[in-house]
């Protein structure tokens, strides 16, 4: 079990508040699913490796768009659970958030990659290649 440095009555006490305090659990889960959808990235690494002569550039940028997203948002959801000790650098949400915002920036903003899938989306549109993107 990860302690993250926690007392043994810090963690008790947490996991008290975690039974009881019932508005929390579901964002619990929802950070839950939130990471499983980061699978998306593996998908894309099986299509772009069956396909190699394919251009793989709208499938890499949806995928790293959605990923930065979605790991913002766990974290945003998760110092909400923290409150005022998700800032903390005590303990670790603080760290994720910004390795969370880096995401989102590094390689290449989201709001760049948003721009490159609608080059490409259009591009196809217009040329008449229009076709649903499989990933």
């Known amino acids: 079990m990860l302690d993250y440095g926690l007392t043994e009555e810090q963690r008790?006490?947490?996991?008290v508040a975690m039974r009881?305090?019932?508005?929390?659990?579901?964002?619990?889960?929802a950070q839950a699913v939130g990471i499983a959808?980061?699978?998306?990235?593996y998908a894309t690494a099986r299509y772009v490796d069956s396909n190699p002569?394919?251009?793989?550039t709208i499938y890499?940028?949806?995928s790293k768009c959605f990923a930065g997203d979605v790991a913002m948002q766990v974290t945003t959801d998760a110092v909400q659970v923290f409150g005022g000790y998700g800032y903390m650098r005590d303990y670790p949400i603080a760290k994720y958030m910004r390795d969370a915002k880096i995401m989102q920036i590094y390689e290449g903003?989201?709001?760049?990659?948003r721009e490159e899938i609608s080059?490409?989306?259009?591009?196809?549109?217009v040329a008449g290649q229009?076709?649903?993107a499989h990933v």
Do not use: Y
Request: aromatic share 4%.
């Open 12 to 15: 008790a006490m947490f996991i």
């Open 20 to 29: 009881t305090f019932d508005a929390s659990r579901p964002g619990v889960a």
């Open 37 to 41: 959808q980061g699978a998306l990235v």
């Open 53 to 56: 002569k394919e251009r793989p």
């Open 60 to 62: 890499s940028a949806m």
């Open 109 to 113: 903003t989201n709001q760049i990659q």
């Open 119 to 125: 080059k490409i989306l259009i591009g196809e549109h």
């Open 130 to 132: 229009a076709q649903p």
